[in-house]
T-cell receptor, first 109, second 114 residues
Framework: RKEVEQDPGPFNVPEGATVAFNCTYSNSASQSFFWYRQDCRKEPKLLMSVYSSGNEDGRFTAQLNRASQYISLLIRDSKLSDSATYLCVVRRGGFKTIFGAGTRLFVKA | GAGVSQTPSNKVTEKGKYVELRCDPISGHTALYWYRQSLGQGPEFLIYFQGTGAADDSGLPNDRFFAVRPEGSVSTLKIQRTERGDSAVYLC????????????FGPGTRLTVL
């Protein structure tokens, strides 16, 4: 079993849709949590950190449930430019960083 | 300012050869990471440097892989006796003091072992 598991998708949604991505992690010692975005054949870029209290950045909302070891990302009012792979990322104590395999999103006009 | 740079952008080599991949982190960034990414997968952690020292090299797959960062800036990932399974994109990332949560990635080196 992988340490960070994501639904690989792809998710195909129309513009304006709301889409949710889920992620689970197996190491209860994990301390920090993030969502990264990766465009095709490009490097990953930090989208947002994820906190237990939940956090929002514009159309993006991230939530963490430590008890269930579950992380989510919600994208509202999807844009064509949101099409990318979304990577769930977990960091243990120290700085070892574990990436999920990613969930692909296609937003269509 | 300049981002993380990696050279070469592409490297084709033959099985059994030695390769070196270079990473120039963002100036002033003390933390440096190496990852490799295979098609359809997320980046796989290889090694993390804090300054000149390798603070965590638990992701290096075997002793054919080695990385150095002698002056705490530029890092080189070295792969000996390359195998076809080493083919992947090798990514470098750096983060700054007080902002370790944000890793800035370079464009990667695409390594192909024939």
């Amino acid at each position: 079993r992988k340490e960070v598991e994501q639904d690989p998708g792809p998710f195909n949604v129309p513009e304006g849709a709301t889409v949710a991505f889920n992620c689970t992690y197996s190491n209860s010692a994990s301390q920090s949590f993030f969502w990264y975005r990766q465009d095709c054949r490009k490097e990953p870029k930090l989208l947002m950190s994820v906190y237990s209290s939940g956090n929002e950045d514009g159309r993006f909302t991230a939530q963490l449930n430590r008890a269930s070891q579950y992380i989510s990302l919600l994208i509202r009012d999807s844009k064509l430019s949101d099409s990318a792979t979304y990577l769930c990322v977990v960091r243990r104590g120290g700085f070892k960083t574990i990436f999920g395999a990613g969930t692909r999103l296609f937003v269509k006009a | 300012g300049a981002g993380v740079s990696q050279t070469p952008s592409n490297k084709v080599t033959e099985k059994g050869k030695y390769v070196e991949l270079r990473c120039d982190p963002i100036s002033g960034h003390t933390a440096l990471y190496w990852y490799r990414q295979s098609l359809g997968q997320g980046p796989e952690f290889l090694i993390y440097f804090q300054g000149t020292g390798a603070a965590d090299d638990s992701g290096l797959p075997n002793d054919r892989f080695f990385a150095v960062r002698p002056e705490g800036s530029v890092s080189t990932l070295k792969i000996q006796r390359t195998e076809r399974g080493d083919s992947a994109v090798y990514l470098c990332a750096s983060s700054g003091p007080g902002a370790e949560d944000t890793q800035y990635f370079g464009p990667g080196t695409r390594l192909t072992v024939l």
